[in-house]
């Protein structure tokens, strides 16, 4: 949504240390989908148009803090104090916000599923039914683990009761509170002051405001979410697996609708970062990572992986991991192929089997078959690498540059040490080790005579089969017709 509303603040709750997800990471900026879960928090408040976006932290302080401003600058980060609980949480976000009259958007930091559009609408019926607190609430078939939504006898929400608080009858009860609020900012300051700590947990629960409210009379509405998944927050690395697979269901599908032909959404992994244009295939066991880009008609997979790629139109990706890459126009990569960062393939480059490239600019046209190692190298047009070629680039001290121009036609297993120049047109000769500049044109060969050494094997390795063989070999050429007597 591209118009601020100026009526709309949002406050993200990412304090919590997530004990359950046993991690040395604060749960928060565990990533699913190529983003840490606040990440896709902030980008949905983003997509909202809020006027304000707060964000509440504690634990590992900076290190939150830090991820935030890199996914969204624009947003405050509020520091919650020594009281513990999301109603301190909201009540210190809340003092960041003297004069704001709006509507006070509540949500979780950890529940990263629900977009703005849902959202929007949740908004927008808040305001319609004039309510001083809506609530979004989900009816589920395992209850467990969240807060109990108690209706009066006319169906009004009359409080909200924790797990650990609940009686027994209220904890049979299958509607939750999907810890998703909107305020008006007003009412939300005068009861904020009055919850207290009188619970199990001796925190001070921002679903206290709700009761609070209703006995003062405000109206407190409650919207139920038609999909409860939306609502999935993340409390261990199981929940993480299967937010992160619900993503990800939903990004091959927004894909797959936009033209993109995804052979088996099943073992398709693609960040919500990440670009496919239409007539785009993908195959099986493929993971399209982060900013990775993807052009019209290119096929991809399988059992391949793309991280920060640039892929264009045509190119063929097959059996291929590459980071930091950029994959040419009409390009045919694979299979088994190792492409690492800096490495840039121009159009009709062909790479094939067991190659590995590194800060390597590949010309237009030139083919680097297979066995092949181009490090820290740049490779003009039409040029054909060998089999084996590889450009010996470190010194064991410094890397170092080797330069091969067009029309260039290395001999199998050839050895560039670089720093090294191969001019255009140059040619080097199987099992060359290329230690010089190679001019234009030239033939670069490093050939020693070869020597037989007859009788070798039955001298030094007596009693082997070689040695056996090679002894009859010899004996059957001696009773030949030159050997026979007469």
């Known amino acids: 949504m591209e118009n601020t509303d100026q009526d709309l603040a949002v406050v993200i709750l990412a304090a919590g240390q997530g004990t359950r997800m046993k991690s040395s990471l604060p749960k928060v900026l565990h990533p699913i989908g190529g983003r840490p879960l606040v990440g896709h928090v902030l980008q949905t408040a983003r997509a909202l148009g809020a006027a304000e976006v707060l964000v509440v932290v504690r634990h ?8 935030i401003a890199e996914q969204a600058p624009e947003a405050r980060v509020v520091d919650q104090d020594e009281i513990p609980g999301t109603g301190r949480a909201v009540e210190v976000a809340l003092a960041q916000l003297p004069d704001f009259a709006g509507d006070v958007l509540v949500l979780s930091g950890d529940v990263p599923l629900l977009d703005a559009a849902t959202l929007a609408d949740f908004v927008a019926g808040h305001r319609s039914a004039g309510a001083a607190v809506t609530l979004m609430t989900a009816v589920v078939d395992d209850p467990r683990g969240y807060g109990r939504v108690i209706r009066d006898a006319e169906g009004g929400v009359e409080r909200i009761v924790e797990q650990k608080d609940a009686t027994a009858d209220e904890a049979a009860v299958d ?28 925190e ?13 009379g405000e109206h407190v509405a409650a919207s139920v979410v038609d999909d409860v998944t939306l609502t999935y927050g ?18 091959v599908r927004r894909w797959q609708m936009e033209g993109a032909t995804i ?10 970062t990440s670009t496919l244009t239409p007539d785009v295939t993908v195959l099986p066991n493929t993971h399209i990572e982060r900013a990775t880009t993807i052009a019209t008609g290119a096929t991809v997979g399988p059992d391949t992986t793309l991280i920060d790629c640039e892929v264009g139109e045509q190119a063929v990706v097959r059996r291929v991991d590459a980071n ?12 088994f192929t190792h492409l690492r960062p800096g490495t840039v393939l121009s159009a009709d480059v062909k790479v094939g089997s067991f190659v590995e490239t590194k800060n390597a600019q590949v010309g237009v046209g030139t083919k680097v078959p297979h066995f092949i190692y181009l490090g820290d190298a740049t490779v003009g047009e039409g ?10 680039n470190y010194d064991d001290v410094h890397k170092h540059h080797t330069e091969i121009g067009d029309q260039v036609h290395t001999g199998s297993h050839t050895v560039l040490v670089a720093p090294i120049r191969l001019g255009d047109g140059a040619k080097t000769g199987a099992g060359a080790v290329v230690r010089k500049d190679v001019p234009a044109g030239a033939l670069a060969i490093s050939v020693a005579p070869q020597r037989n050494i007859e009788g070798w094997v039955e001298k030094n390795r007596p009693g082997t089969a070689a040695a056996d063989v090679a002894t009859r070999s010899a004996q059957k050429a001696g009773d030949g017709p030159q050997g026979q007597e007469g």
């Open 204 to 216: 001070k629960y921002l679903t206290d405001v709700a009761g609070l409210l209703r006995r003062a």
């Open 263 to 272: 052979v088996d959404p099943a073992t398709t992994w693609i960040d919500v």
């Open 383 to 392: 040029t054909n690498l060998g089999a084996g070629t590889i450009t010996a």
């Open 324 to 335: 930091l890459a950029v994959i040419g126009d009409r390009v045919s990569v694979g299979p």
């Open 175 to 202: 509607e939750i509170n999907a810890g998703v609020y909107v305020f008006r900012a007003e009412a939300l300051r005068a009861q904020l002051p009055r919850v207290g700590t009188d619970n199990a947990q001796a």
């Open 60 to 67: 590992e302080r900076d290190l939150v803090a830090a991820s």
């Open 234 to 251: 993340v409390n261990d690395r199981a929940q993480l697996a299967e937010v992160g697979r619900l993503l990800n269901a939903r990004t």
